[in-house]
């Protein structure tokens, strides 16, 4: 069974640095694609990356483009979040998806089977 556990987030300042981890504790998710979603308040869940089970394709949000990156441990069991000169409208709730790799889009939130609990990311002006 995947479960999704996300972990890193927190308060940082505009500008600075934050590296979000997603980890599967049944270690079943090595063939998966992996997407990193974010919901601010009042908002809809919006995508924000995705990277192939393979870790050879990878996708951004036109917003975050060039300052986040996804990536995958060598082991591929934990997908990361690096996410570097961070603004204000960043602040979300940030959650990490799963979903067996058969290509298609990795973009919208209903392509994703499973879902961790999430974790606040916060920057201040």
Same mark, same amino acid.
């Not at 505009?14 to 979603?37: E, I, K, N, P």
């Not at 870790?55 to 060598?74: H, L, Q």
């Not at 499973?114 to 002006?125: A, F, K, L, R």
């Given at each position: 069974?995947? =479960?999704?556990?996300?972990? !890193?987030? $927190?308060?940082?300042?505009?500008?600075? @640095?934050?590296?979000?981890?997603?980890?599967?504790?049944?270690?079943? #998710?090595? %063939?998966?694609? *992996? !997407?990193? #979603?974010?919901?601010?308040? !009042?908002?809809?869940?919006? #995508?924000?990356?995705?990277? /192939?089970?393979?870790? $050879?394709?990878?996708?951004?949000?036109?917003?975050?483009?060039?300052? #986040?990156?996804?990536?995958? !441990?060598?082991?591929? +069991?934990?997908?990361?979040? =690096? *996410?570097? /000169?961070?603004?204000?409208?960043?602040? &979300?709730?940030?959650?990490?998806? +799963?979903?067996?790799?058969?290509?298609? @889009?990795?973009?919208?939130? &209903?392509?994703?089977?499973?879902? $961790?609990?999430?974790? =606040?990311? %916060?920057? /201040? /002006?």
């Amino acid at each position: 069974q995947v =479960q999704l556990v996300e972990s !890193g987030g $927190g308060l940082v300042q505009a500008g600075g @640095s934050l590296r979000l981890s997603c980890a599967d504790s049944g270690r079943t #998710f090595s %063939t998966y694609a *992996m !997407g990193w #979603f974010r919901q601010a308040p !009042g908002k809809e869940r919006e #995508f924000v990356a995705a990277i /192939s089970w393979s870790g $050879g394709k990878t996708y951004y949000a036109d917003s975050v483009k060039g300052r #986040f990156t996804i990536s995958r !441990g060598n082991a591929k +069991a934990t997908v990361y979040l =690096q *996410m570097n /000169s961070l603004k204000p409208e960043d602040t &979300a709730v940030y959650y990490c998806a +799963a979903r067996p790799d058969y290509g298609g @889009s990795y973009y919208y939130p &209903a392509e994703y089977n499973y879902w $961790g609990q999430g974790t =606040q990311v %916060t920057v /201040s /002006s």
